[in-house]
Structures are given as C-alpha cells and as structure tokens.
Nanobody
Framework: QLQLVESGGGLVQAGASLRLSCAASGRTFTNYDVAWYRQAPGKERTFVAQIRYNPHSTFYTDSVKGRFTISRDNSERTVYLQMNSLKSDGTAVYFC??????????????WGQGTQVTVSS
C-alpha cells in the first residue's frame, strides 16, 4: 500500500499563504488519485481538493476555488496544496488521502496522519 506523510502546516495570519506537502512511499504513486481533506475543531472531515492519477485533472470544493491549488510531482512522489488568501475558517487538521485509480470516486481509503493549520484573524 501507499504510505502518506503530510507536512507544511503551521500558524499564519488571515490573508497569508501556506503550502502543504504530502509525500508518498510504497506502491506505484502514479496509479493513485490523491486528495486533501480537512477537519475543523468539533466538525466532520470534509473534502477540499483532489488530483487524478492521469491526466492530473483537479476538482475543488466551492469554498476554496480560486484560492487553493492542488498539484503533484510524480518524480518526487509528492502532492502539494497551495493555499492562498487563507481565512479563519481554514483552521483545521489537513489530511492527505489516496485511492487506487479504479476505486470509486471519492472513496479514499488511504490516509496520512494530518498536519495542523491555524489561521489567526
């Protein structure tokens, strides 16, 4: 299976930018779709963005469109989430998730441990 490790979280002010990384190890990375989810305090985990295995098509939840960008570097086995114009509601633990390319849409079943992002207003 694929193992996922997130990094890049931290404390930033509202309006700032942050880039999260998700490093993968194990199986063939190019066979996996990868997504970012987040879980705010006291709330359920929600979808943020995903990038397909090929041809790297992307999809975002409405609240982050135009501010967040997901990308992947297969040679580095890493997926990134560039977050611009962060808002206080962006405070959450951000999780990287993966699924095999033939697994049904949004049925992510491999998860990292998460990285904390705190946005101060």
């Amino acid at each position: 299976q694929l193992q996922l490790v997130e990094s890049g979280g931290g404390l930033v002010q509202a309006g700032a930018s942050l880039r999260l990384s998700c490093a993968a190890s194990g199986r063939t990375f190019t066979n996996y779709d990868v997504a970012w989810y987040r879980q705010a305090p006291g709330k359920e985990r929600t979808f943020v963005a995903q990038i397909r295995y090929n041809p790297h098509s992307t999809f975002y939840t409405d609240s982050v469109k135009g501010r967040f960008t997901i990308s992947r570097d297969n040679s580095e086995r890493t997926v990134y989430l560039q977050m611009n114009s962060l808002k206080s509601d962006g405070t959450a633990v951000y999780f990287c998730a993966a699924k095999g390319k033939f697994t049904p849409s949004f049925a992510y079943d491999l998860w990292g441990q998460g990285t904390q992002v705190t946005v101060s207003s």
